[in-house]
């Protein structure tokens, strides 16, 4: 059984690198600490392939990240070859998209969220957003999540009329 240090140790190191990463879940999950980490280093930038899409994609992985990353990787004596998020079931190599789901609405309801409105593709959507809403950069987000097409990602993020409108109105000939 993991002992509660180590479970809130799994649970920040999975929450901020779900958040960083913008992967969805079976990326997220299928991540071995090679893919982040080179020797006690985790690293600033991962490349993964994503299984969806079988396209490469990048990501950074900020200190706040790195340092929870480490000390997970530390805390449960996980080696290169291992998946960064192992199942407790022999059964599976790694945590089920179906557990992290659990996981995930745990997190929302401890701060008072509707699980049913809030789930792991919010973690993806999360920074995606805010860089978006920060610079306003379609290309980048669209880079950033392993997209395909522009339009996806506009759907992606909801873009809107109102969002249209409000660049024009900031926008001086």
Known sequence: MESIDNASTRRAALFNLA?????????LLRLRVKDVAHGNHVANRAIVM???TRRPVQFEITEQTRESV???IRSANRRPEDHLFPSRL?????????????????WVRAIGLNPAVYGTHTLRRTKA???????KNLRAVQLLLGHSKLESTVRYLGIEVDDALEMAEH???
């Open 19 to 27: 958040v960083d990463s913008k992967l969805r879940s079976c990326d």
């Open 50 to 52: 994503q299984q969806k």
């Open 70 to 72: 480490a000390e997970w």
């Open 90 to 106: 022999l059964t599976s190599p790694h945590l089920s998209t179906r557990q992290y789901a659990r996981i995930v609405h745990g």
């Open 129 to 135: 957003s805010l860089i978006y809403r920060r610079t």
């Open 171 to 173: 926008t001086e000939v």
